[in-house]
């Protein structure tokens, strides 16, 4: 699955980036009976964080677009913790943060944008549970933020 994965990386024009360390008391990935949890994930765009609140300043398609650099970070911490992407199994779920001005209600639209990136990369086996959710804010300031559960084998 791997090297699958890395050519349709390179059709869409996608990089892994350097997989994130956390900014706080945690650890990034937590293995336990065959399930790689993730800690949330921030966008990152060119080395800086995409930050603001969606609705008021952040539009529909730039939220959707830091949500598809949030999946870029899980995928990069899913190869940091297992090694290699022919681990994975199958994208579980995925719970989608949303920074959100109080009267935007597309939070399953900028979902969206980490959904369709883990099928384009997985096929069906990147298709997952989701929730989407609005919150008055995110750490730094993000946009978005996105965790996941993913299933992996041995």
């Known amino acids: 699955m791997t090297d699958r994965i890395d050519r349709k990386l390179e059709e869409l024009g996608l990089t892994l980036p350097q997989a994130a360390a956390p900014v706080a008391s945690?650890?990034?990935t937590v293995l336990a009976n065959g399930m790689l949890h993730i800690s949330?994930?921030?966008?990152?765009?060119?080395?800086?964080?995409?930050?603001?609140?969606?609705?008021d300043g952040v539009s529909l398609e730039d939220a959707q677009e830091a949500a598809k650099l949030c999946a870029l970070?899980?995928?990069?911490?899913?190869k940091a913790a297992l090694g290699t992407l022919g681990r994975v199994e199958r994208i579980v779920k995925l719970g989608v943060f949303v920074n959100s001005a109080g009267d935007f209600t597309d939070?399953?639209?900028v979902?969206?944008?980490?959904?369709d990136l883990m099928v384009a990369l997985f096929g069906d086996a990147g298709k997952h549970?989701?929730?989407?959710?609005g919150v008055p804010i995110l750490p730094l300031g993000?946009?978005?933020?996105?965790?996941a559960i993913v299933q992996v084998s041995a």
């Open 26 to 28: 945690y650890v990034p």
């Open 40 to 55: 949330g994930q921030l966008p990152f765009k060119e080395g800086q964080l995409v930050t603001g609140r969606v609705g």
């Open 73 to 78: 970070m899980l995928v990069a911490q899913m």
């Open 107 to 109: 939070q399953p639209k």
């Open 111 to 115: 979902a969206n944008g980490a959904s």
């Open 129 to 133: 549970a989701r929730s989407a959710v």
């Open 142 to 147: 993000a946009a978005v933020e996105i965790d």
